[in-house]
T-cell receptor, first 113, second 115 residues
């Protein structure tokens, strides 16, 4: 296990379509985070899991967004009825119980056309 | 509201010179701060962190300084190399009293190393 993996790396979709992204965290990490990053900006928090429980959600996470981590390992982020404003880099990060820093994945770049 | 911000959006330095990237924060309750490096097409990479009970911490070629009096954080990179070219973010906990450790990031400084 060399780090956090995200799939796909790039996704182009038509407005109104649904998309799903996958994140595989570092195996021993129990905490998993989703962030969104637009061009020229820092990452913005979307949601947080501790094991399989989704404990926090940002107001940025509209009802078109849903995230799951069913077995406390990998996580999925689904966006329904995509809009052009959803175009961004979606970053997943994981961390253990100790320490403050995350390990980020390389992200999924979503383009809604 | 509370925010993390950066003084300069871009910084260009000659290869071999030292770089200093600055960050202002406003949440005096933050108990740690982290610097991340993000190269084009990649996710942010942890560089170094510092707890609020420290004023300096050194890593390999990097030093972070924390001035709590003026709520200022800086990242110093010694002998800057071409591979240091990236966007650098400072980050602080969004909710210092919480357990989730979600982070609030600044908008970043683009460091360009000139040959």
């Amino acid at each position: 296990d060399t780090g956090v993996s995200q799939d796909p790396r790039h996704k182009i979709t038509k407005r109104g379509q649904n998309v799903t992204f996958r994140c595989d965290p570092i195996s021993e990490h129990n905490r998993l985070y989703w962030y969104r990053q637009t061009l020229g900006q820092g990452p913005e928090f979307l949601t947080y899991f501790q094991n399989e429980a989704q404990l926090e959600k940002s107001r940025l996470l509209s009802d078109r967004f849903s995230a799951e981590r069913p077995k406390g390992s990998f996580s999925t982020l689904e966006i329904q009825r995509t809009e052009q404003g959803d175009s961004a880099m979606y970053l997943c990060a994981s961390s253990g119980s100790l320490g403050n820093g995350y390990t980020f994945g390389s992200g999924t770049r979503l383009t809604v056309v | 509201g509370e925010s993390v911000g950066l003084h300069l959006p871009t910084l260009s330095v000659q290869e071999g010179d030292n770089s200093i990237i600055n960050c202002a924060y406003s949440n005096s309750a933050s108990d740690y701060f982290i610097w991340y490096k993000q190269e084009s097409g990649k996710g942010p990479q942890f560089i170094i962190d510092i707890r609020s009970n420290m004023d300096k911490r050194q890593g390999q070629r990097v030093t972070v300084l924390l001035n709590k009096t003026v709520k200022h954080l800086s990242l110093q990179i010694a002998a800057t190399q071409p591979g240091d070219s990236a966007v650098y973010f400072c980050a602080e906990p969004a909710n210092p009293s919480g357990s989730a450790r979600q982070l609030t990031f600044g908008s970043g400084t683009q460091l360009t190393v000139l040959p």
